[in-house]
């Protein structure tokens, strides 16, 4: 039987916090419309101070940002210890092919051709991180990126 020892979690710097999040791609999104919380998980990437994410042109999503643009983002690790940040911001929502150019760059790491990006049937959410806090194990570290 696996014995579970308790240790005191470290707060995260806020270079780790950065770091954390631009390594990892999948986070949770939450939301809040007329005390209803909501919970969506997104694929996502990050880029000085904003997450960008992708969404079908409607659903319960877009109608909690629309209404209310206050957001949070939390993301996640339990594979060498564990590690949690989450940052807080307003959510902004486009169509433009600025937007979808920026967001897919963040995501996938290339640049799409205008051409594509415009026959793309997407919303492009963007989160403008105003605060972040996070906490890891004690015996949790960062990778290095390549």
Same mark, same amino acid.
């Given at each position: 039987m696996h014995q579970f020892v308790h240790q005191q979690p470290r707060a995260l710097s806020q270079d780790e916090m950065e770091r954390f999040v631009k390594q990892h791609y999948y986070g949770r999104l939450g939301l809040c419309l007329e005390n209803e919380p909501y919970v969506v998980p997104v694929a996502y990437g990050y880029e000085q101070g904003?997450?960008?994410?992708?969404?079908?042109?409607?659903?319960?999503?877009?109608?909690?940002?629309?209404?209310?643009?206050?957001v949070c983002f939390q993301v996640d690790e339990w594979q060498k210890g564990w590690a949690s940040v989450i940052c807080y911001g307003t959510?902004?929502?486009?169509?433009?092919?600025?937007?979808?150019?920026?967001?897919?760059?963040?995501?996938?790491?290339?640049?799409?051709?205008?051409?594509?990006?415009?026959?793309?049937?997407?919303?492009?959410? !963007?989160?403008? !991180?105003?605060?972040?806090?996070?906490?890891?194990?004690?015996?949790f570290s960062l990778e290095d990126e390549d």
């Open positions: 904003k997450i960008y994410f992708h969404s079908a042109r409607r659903g319960k999503k877009l109608d909690f940002i629309r209404k209310n643009d206050r959510a902004s929502l486009s169509e433009d092919v600025e937007a979808k150019k920026k967001c897919f760059e963040t995501m996938i790491g290339q640049e799409l051709s205008e051409e594509h990006l415009q026959n793309v049937k997407s919303c492009i959410g !963007i989160i403008q !991180i105003e605060e972040m806090t996070g906490r890891c194990s004690a015996d």
